[in-house]
């Protein structure tokens, strides 16, 4: 049983039927897909056939390698499905490199970013606890540092920091198993300096997180908690999150 949502499961079921009519004009109308049918090649194909014959955007063919990918990896975690990763066709760093890698869209409009007069509000805004404090700390943490993620900044180590040149180097925890593995390199103002001072750690990361939080799911839960309660008193009409902030830095840096 799996936590996928009925929205998602109707969604899946679409993409499911996109790689199953493809399927279909190769082998007959006949024929039923496998999982081990799936394999990089027809994703190559069923790319290509979906772009250049059926006339979707790359976003809906992104949309639909996701979900099928999804599933693969949900049957690959059941017991009671003999799937595995032998016949996983997707690329994955190291364990299979030659498997078939989801595009970028780079014309995908940008949704869930705090517009001007919101993202004013909030870096404007007073914490009035300390929890309050490291929410708003993290948020602005993340969109003055390219939108990096909790797992990124919660595992920040000091060897990352070079102080000296005012710069600091991370890769996107969320794709280190994907090809596309570019170091992200941030400039260190002012801000970060006051906020790893506030947050400070002792030993080999930048932050007292782990010392504070078991996981970083258990800071995320609770910095999500106070977002929302800081976007609300303040009137802020986006969603207060990870995403909002990353989203919201690369809109201010395309402007």
């Known amino acids: 049983k799996s936590n996928i949502s009925e929205s998602n499961k109707a969604r899946i079921r679409a993409s499911y039927k996109k790689i199953l009519t493809f399927y279909k004009s190769l082998n007959g109308q006949?024929?039923?897909?496998?999982?081990?049918?799936?394999?990089?090649?027809?994703?190559?194909?069923?790319?290509?056939?979906?772009?250049?014959?059926k006339g979707h955007k790359y976003g809906t063919q992104i949309d639909y390698a996701t979900d099928i990918r999804k599933v693969l990896?949900?049957?690959i975690k059941s017991p009671s499905c003999s799937y595995n990763n032998n016949?996983?066709?997707f690329y994955l760093k190291i364990e299979n490199e030659k498997g078939y890698v989801i595009k970028e869209d780079n014309q995908r409009p940008i949704t869930n970013y705090i517009d001007d007069v919101d993202l004013k509000k909030f870096?404007?805004?007073?914490?009035?606890?300390?929890?309050?404090?490291?929410?708003?700390?993290?948020?602005?943490?993340?969109?003055?540092?390219?939108?990096?993620?909790a797992?990124?900044?919660?595992?920040?180590?000091?060897?990352?920091?070079n102080l000296k040149e005012e710069v600091f180097l991370y890769y996107r925890k969320k794709t280190s198993r994907q090809r596309r593995q570019v170091a992200k390199s941030v400039s260190i103002h002012q801000g970060h300096l006051d906020i790893i001072e506030r947050n400070k750690g002792k030993g080999e990361y930048v932050f007292n997180f782990h010392k504070k939080y078991k996981s970083v799911h258990n800071l995320t839960d609770q910095v999500g908690r106070q977002l929302k309660k800081i976007g609300k008193n303040l009137g802020i009409k986006s969603t207060l999150n990870f995403m909002s902030a990353r989203n919201s830095s690369f809109t201010n840096l395309a402007k």
């Open 151 to 161: 797992t990124d900044i919660f595992n920040m180590k000091w060897n990352q920091l």
């Open 87 to 89: 016949s996983y066709p």
């Open 30 to 53: 006949s024929s039923q897909i496998s999982l081990y049918d799936i394999t990089p090649e027809l994703l190559e194909k069923w790319e290509d056939w979906m772009i250049n014959e």
């Open 123 to 149: 870096i404007n805004y007073k914490p009035k606890t300390d929890l309050e404090q490291i929410a708003h700390d993290l948020w602005m943490f993340s969109y003055d540092s390219a939108g990096m993620n």
């Open 73 to 75: 990896n949900l049957a």
